[in-house]
């Protein structure tokens, strides 16, 4: 699709595929000029996929799939202030062959904030109940088995886990205690940051936060695909049927796209 959600050209992919792989057939087919700037999400933006890009003499501009240190002592400027009067500030961070553009958005910092308060809370919850049922008859109490409950347990809940110190007291192989804190915080609150990456050093950050938002649309444009016209699901069993079913769902988007465009 292109900015504006219009139909440039589709294919249909083999199944059980992840998308990381299908960059170059899709660059290749679309016929992408050299020095084009190729605007991925997270998703794609795969170690391989961006050097492969820049072998080829693209450029990319995609939201980090890598940690990157959180650093409150830049100038942001703020670039959206929404009618709720939550902001979205960024600022920008030229490296040797990249540019950094780190971003704090307020709605964001409000909904990893929820999920995080959710997801102590389950993580918790687990733990309560394995220690309550220490103290009572039928409830599992060997020191091995409650430890490799607790593993399952911090799998689960990973996010939440890494921030607590669990401690389990032993008697005879049988656990008598288990008492969890939390850890001392060593880093800034990260809710709310992202962090998006152009290898385009011609860019200024206002040009790579907005030429990022085109993203929206596209995205907008395949959820509209997948859940109004019909994309999924798909329950037919013969490969003709399902493609033609496919080509209908794009082909339905595509008139639809031209209408709302005139």
């Known amino acids: 699709l292109s900015e504006n959600g219009c139909v440039k050209k589709s294919q249909v ?14 660059l290749t087919g679309l016929g992408a000029e050299k020095k084009s700037l190729i605007v991925m999400d997270a998703g794609i933006a795969s170690k391989e996929n961006l050097e492969w890009l820049r072998e080829e ?34 600022a920008s961070v030229k490296k040797k062959d990249e540019i950094i553009l780190h971003c704090k958005s ?29 103290s ?8 091995d088995k409650v430890m490799e409950r607790i593993g399952r347990i911090k799998e689960k809940y990973s996010s939440a ?15 008598t205690e288990i008492i969890w804190e939390r850890k001392p915080k060593k ?30 649309q596209v995205e907008d444009s395949f959820r509209y695909m997948k859940s109004h016209l019909g994309m999924r699901p798909i ?6 049927r399902a493609e033609t079913h496919l080509f209908i ?14």
């Open 13 to 26: 992919f083999s199944g059980n595929q992840g998308e990381v792989k299908t960059l170059k057939i899709i």
């Open 187 to 216: 880093e800034p609150n990260m809710n709310g940051f992202y962090h998006l990456r152009t290898s385009d050093m011609s860019l200024s950050a206002i040009e790579i936060w907005n030429t990022y938002r085109m993203l929206n």
């Open 161 to 175: 886990a890494k921030e607590y110190i669990i401690t389990v007291t032993p008697t005879d192989n049988i656990a």
């Open 106 to 134: 307020d709605r964001k910092a409000y909904s990893d904030k929820q999920i995080k308060t959710r997801t102590d809370q389950l993580l918790i919850d687990q733990l309560q109940q394995l220690r309550d049922g220490l």
């Open 235 to 240: 329950f037919h069993q013969r490969t003709d």
């Open 136 to 143: 009572k008859p039928r409830c599992m109490k060997r020191y």
């Open 57 to 90: 003499g693209y450029h990319y501009l995609v939201c980090s799939r890598q940690k990157v240190p959180i650093d409150t002592t830049l100038n942001y400027e703020t670039v959206k202030t929404n009618p709720d009067q939550t902001t979205i500030k960024i």
């Open 249 to 262: 769902s794009v082909l339905a988007y595509r008139i639809w796209n031209l209408l709302s465009f005139r």
